[in-house]
């Protein structure tokens, strides 16, 4: 059996998934594999399928899997998994890190003392406490996600398709009635043709007034060129992202928009979450060899 290992995976893998069978990073020997390990990068299209006539399952380390082809690898009998219950506090993390910094102003600060200015006057601080998160996705991330923000004191609210309670935050019944209650917005949807797009200029319109959107889901989430003028026009205090529409992201009008906070896709790349994530993927691999 041969696994490739397509994408950035924590180093002791290889390793343990020797006892399975041969292990390579060489993409050249597609035609060969059994079971290949993807991420974000690698693209499990119809004619990457195409090209792997051996292939019997696909791995992907993290929760989406809008770079599989579903369809196709079903019509292949190519078995498809994810690893969404590794991944939960690494993005959690990341989109309270981004939360934080956005309305305390980390990223001007840091950047102007390095020029040799003093903005202190320049950078008004905003607390979390007291304030209203809006979760967009109450899933596994999402919850992770409200359970911090109620630490810090902040009212947690958010909405789900099939959620209708948690502990964790008040659920309400539509996107809409969710953001315009938020002092910030936090995306946790997967990408599928209903979220496509789904923050555009008309939910942007129904946004508080200097309301903080945050998105750790998916980049296409989102109608890039619509967040620049809701930031331009003072609608949105601030925007950050962790996702892009491409991995790296080109010639995004992001760039030139005023109060945001860039990083490159990051949310899952904890050491702790990729050692979570081996776990999980050995445990799939050994079940499909003793089937075989």
Same mark, same amino acid.
């Given at each position: 059996?041969?696994?490739?290992?397509?994408?950035?995976?924590? #180093?002791?893998?290889?390793?343990?998934?020797?006892?399975?069978?041969?292990?390579?990073?060489?993409?050249?020997?597609?035609?060969?594999?059994?079971?290949?390990?993807? /991420?974000?990068?690698?693209?499990?299209?119809?004619?990457?399928?195409?090209?792997?006539?051996?292939?019997?399952?696909?791995?992907?380390?993290?929760?989406?899997?809008?770079?599989?082809?579903?369809?196709?690898?079903?019509?292949?009998?190519?078995?498809?998994? %994810?690893?969404?219950?590794?991944?939960?506090?690494?993005?959690?993390?990341?989109?309270?890190?981004?939360?934080?910094?956005?309305? %305390?102003?980390?990223?001007?600060?840091?950047?102007?003392? /390095?020029?040799?200015?003093?903005?202190?006057?320049?950078?008004?601080?905003? $607390?979390?406490?007291?304030?209203?998160?809006?979760?967009?996705?109450?899933?596994?991330?999402?919850?992770?996600?409200?359970?911090?923000?109620?630490?810090?004191?902040?009212?947690?609210?958010?909405?789900?398709?099939?959620?209708?309670?948690?502990?964790?935050?008040?659920?309400?019944?539509?996107?809409?009635?969710?953001?315009?209650?938020?002092?910030?917005?936090?995306?946790?949807? =997967?990408?599928?043709?209903?979220?496509?797009?789904?923050?555009?200029? #008309?939910?942007?319109?129904?946004?508080?007034?200097?309301?903080?959107?945050?998105?750790?889901?998916?980049?296409?989430?989102?109608?890039? $060129?619509?967040?620049?003028?809701?930031?331009?026009?003072?609608?949105?205090?601030?925007?950050?992202?962790?996702?892009?529409?491409?991995?790296?992201?080109?010639?995004?009008?992001?760039?030139?928009?005023?109060?945001?906070?860039?990083? =490159?896709?990051?949310?899952?790349?904890?050491?702790?979450?990729?050692?979570?994530?081996?776990?999980?993927?050995?445990?799939?691999?050994?079940?499909?060899?003793?089937?075989?």
């Amino acid at each position: 059996m041969l696994i490739l290992i397509s994408d950035a995976f924590d #180093d002791s893998l290889p390793g343990i998934l020797s006892q399975y069978g041969e292990v390579t990073d060489d993409k050249g020997r597609i035609a060969e594999t059994d079971i290949v390990l993807i /991420r974000s990068k690698t693209k499990v299209t119809k004619e990457y399928i195409d090209a792997a006539p051996n292939l019997k399952m696909v791995i992907r380390g993290g929760v989406g899997l809008d770079n599989v082809d579903l369809v196709y690898a079903k019509e292949k009998g190519i078995a498809v998994h %994810n690893t969404p219950e590794a991944s939960s506090a690494a993005v959690a993390e990341m989109a309270f890190a981004l939360m934080i910094a956005l309305p %305390n102003h980390i990223t001007k600060g840091d950047a102007s003392m /390095r020029e040799g200015k003093w903005i202190k006057k320049e950078l008004k601080r905003t $607390e979390l406490a007291g304030k209203t998160l809006g979760i967009l996705g109450l899933g596994r991330i999402g919850l992770a996600l409200a359970k911090r923000a109620k630490l810090f004191g902040m009212r947690t609210i958010g909405w789900h398709p099939d959620v209708y309670f948690t502990d964790w935050a008040e659920i309400i019944p539509t996107m809409e009635e969710t953001v315009a209650q938020s002092d910030f917005v936090s995306l946790h949807m =997967p990408l599928i043709p209903q979220t496509k797009g789904i923050i555009n200029k #008309d939910m942007l319109a129904k946004f508080k007034d200097g309301a903080y959107l945050i998105n750790t889901g998916r980049g296409k989430c989102v109608i890039e $060129e619509d967040i620049v003028e809701a930031l331009k026009s003072g609608k949105l205090a601030g925007f950050a992202t962790d996702v892009w529409y491409s991995d790296p992201p080109e010639n995004s009008p992001l760039f030139d928009a005023p109060n945001t906070i860039f990083a =490159p896709h990051i949310g899952a790349s904890t050491e702790e979450n990729m050692k979570r994530i081996g776990v999980i993927i050995e445990r799939l691999v050994s079940d499909f060899a003793a089937k075989q």
